[in-house]
T-cell receptor
């Protein structure tokens, strides 16, 4: 049981911001939230993780709700190379089915 | 600093043969995880190992599958008497610590059983 809920798929236009939501309503106080993405024919790639505060890195930003029951991965300016399956994981190693992100040129 | 190395990238076996998949974790990582992925599906956790110990094998099929991570050398996922349903991509990940450390994945071994 992945214990996270994500939309099956999303679409976005190239060069626009993308907000990928994730619900993790049963998260415990010590569980980190991790995001990974998987491009076709490759292994998953770490994107970002956080506990309570919003986080930024060169790839993306992570906005965590105050009650920690949901989070949003933000790609500030999507490119075609961002088309992938994005996985949100709470506190461990169990992956769900993720969100397949399509980028429209 | 080399990433997680998996070999072979592609492996073809006939039904009934054995498949051995190897995973060398990143330098300094002592935790290894194996996942299986069927086409168009998500990653299914199989087993979590630390050097010489199996920590969590809750996702491993009860028969024919085994995993090890010896003191020296790579981690091995072994599938005996393969069947067509074993055809999948098998991914290995490593991390330096256990809980809450990001996982670093290899590019997988694609097993085809004919």
């Amino acid at each position: 049981d992945a214990k996270t809920t994500q939309p099956n798929s999303m679409e976005s236009n190239e060069e626009e911001p993308v907000h990928l939501p994730c619900n993790h309503s049963t998260i415990s106080g010590t569980d980190y939230i991790h995001w990974y993405r998987q491009l076709p024919s490759q292994g998953p790639e770490y994107v970002i993780h956080g506990l309570t505060s919003n986080v930024n890195n060169r790839m993306a930003s992570l906005a965590i709700a105050e009650d920690r029951k949901s989070s949003t991965l933000i790609l500030h300016r999507a490119t075609l190379r961002d088309a992938a399956v994005y996985y949100c994981i709470r506190g461990g190693i169990i992956f769900g089915k993720g969100t397949r992100l399509h980028i429209l040129p | 600093n080399a990433g997680v190395m998996q070999n072979p990238r592609h492996l073809v076996r006939r039904r009934g043969q054995e498949a051995r998949l190897r995973c060398s974790p990143m330098k300094g990582h002592s935790h290894v995880y194996w996942y299986r992925q069927l086409p168009e599906e998500g990653l299914k956790f199989m087993v979590y190992l630390q050097k010489e110990n199996i920590i969590d094998e809750s996702g491993m099929p009860k028969e024919r599958f085994s995993a090890e991570f010896p003191k020296e050398g790579p981690s091995i996922l072994r599938i005996q008497q393969v069947v067509r349903g074993d055809s999948a991509a098998y991914f290995c990940a490593s991390s330096p610590l256990s809980a809450n450390s990001p996982l670093h994945f290899g590019n997988g071994t694609r097993l085809t059983v004919t």
